[in-house]
């Protein structure tokens, strides 16, 4: 069973950058995904970008198309998500998904990752 740890959360003025990183503790050998959900405060969990462990197929959230980018380190077992732009509607615990079984259902469903770590707080303000 894979356990995932997130890093890199903190405070950023709008317009800033930041990088988070979600490393696991196990071997991911199938073409599984990978990705980065959002919540925040009285809202679903959101969508924010996934990528497939061995082909590197990426999708994105179109709240954040364009301005975040996905991206791993397999030799690490390393997630990224590097955040430009940011907003203050960025804010949000941001939360490292793994998928371990076959899923016919959507890249960004929420059922096709079953295992998720504790979130790191990211907080967009002035």
């Known amino acids: 069973q894979v356990q995932l740890l997130e890093s890199g959360g903190g405070l950023v003025q709008p317009g800033g950058s930041l990088r988070i990183s979600c490393v696991a503790s196990?071997?991911?050998?199938?073409?599984?995904?990978r990705g980065w959900f959002r919540q925040a405060p009285g809202k679903e969990r959101e969508f924010v970008a996934t990528i497939s462990w061995i082909e590197s197929v990426i999708l994105y959230g179109d709240s954040v198309s364009g301005r975040f980018t996905i991206s791993k380190d397999n030799a690490k077992n390393t997630l990224y998500l590097q955040m430009n732009n940011l907003k203050p509607e960025d804010t949000a615990v941001y939360y490292c998904a793994s998928q371990s079984r076959d899923y016919i259902g959507g890249y960004d469903s929420l059922q096709r990752y079953d295992t998720w770590g504790q979130g790191t707080q990211v907080t967009v303000s002035s």
């Open positions: 196990g071997r991911t050998t199938s073409n599984h995904f």
